[in-house]
């Protein structure tokens, strides 16, 4: 069957300093992957979706970028963080396929000092 | 562009209570739906879906059915327990690609 694992599960992180934030999928191949960011008491906003290796996009425009250096990793990274950034960050995955649901990891709550 | 539109929380109900949370839709396409919760300090879990008009999905007793005429997908459960204490987020996806757009989620607190 297939997992999804996120790490760390929280993280508290100065204001300035860089984050990476890593995503892993297991007993699939070539999946969608998808980061999102979920403000307290929020729905969920979209941040970077990817088909493939090296194939990234982007939904909003910010200090964050992601990187898909596997088929199955999905790193979301920035240099200098900023106080907004604070919230929990979920990553999915799906099939390639059209209309399938998309697969959650448990989610990096981060807080931005 | 899709867009989904859930009925405004928090909702808070006692435990055997009947369940209610309204979704409506906009969509181009012929989307499919989907109902997913979220337990306090989780991701979110899969909990139904349904592909096509007039399909009902069903899991641990929560129902929701496609309907193409109201453009909606409402969740129901007819006897709610304290552990369905979550948020429920309703989404669709695009008919190309496997992007989801999610509605704003609605929280459920149920008292014993």
């Known amino acids: 069957s297939q997992t999804i694992h996120q790490w760390p599960a929280t993280l508290v992180q100065p204001v300035g300093s860089p984050l990476s934030l890593e995503c892993t999928v297991e007993?699939?191949?070539?999946?969608?992957l998808y980061w999102y960011r979920q403000a307290a008491g929020r729905g969920l906003q979209l941040l970077f979706y990817?088909?493939?290796?090296?194939?990234i996009s982007s939904e909003v425009p910010q200090n964050l970028s992601a990187s898909r250096p596997q088929d199955r990793q999905f790193i979301l990274s920035s240099k200098k963080l900023l106080l907004s950034d604070s919230g929990f960050y979920l990553c999915?995955?799906?099939?390639?396929?059209?209309?399938?649901?998309?697969?959650f990891g448990d989610g990096t709550r981060l807080s931005i000092l | 562009g899709d867009s989904v539109t859930q009925m405004e929380g928090p909702v808070t109900l006692s435990e055997e209570a009947f369940l209610t949370i309204n979704c409506t839709y906009t969509?181009?396409?012929?989307?499919?739906l989907f109902w997913y919760v979220q337990y306090p300090g989780e991701g979110l879990q899969l909990l139904l879906k349904?592909?096509?008009?007039?399909d009902k999905g069903s899991n641990k007793g929560f129902e929701a059915t496609y309907r193409k005429e109201t453009t909606s997908f409402h969740l129901e459960k007819g006897s709610v327990q304290v552990s369905d204490s979550a948020v429920y987020f309703c989404?669709?996806?695009?008919?190309?690609?496997?992007?989801?757009?999610f509605g704003e989620g609605t929280q459920l607190t149920v008292n014993p």
């Open positions: 999915a995955w799906a099939g390639g396929l059209s209309n399938q649901p998309q697969h």
């Open positions: 007993g699939t191949s070539n999946p969608n």
């Open positions: 990817s088909v493939g290796i090296g194939q």
């Open positions: 969509a181009t396409g012929y989307p499919s």
């Open positions: 349904a592909t096509k008009a007039d």
């Open positions: 989404a669709l996806s695009e008919t190309s690609g496997s992007r989801l757009t």
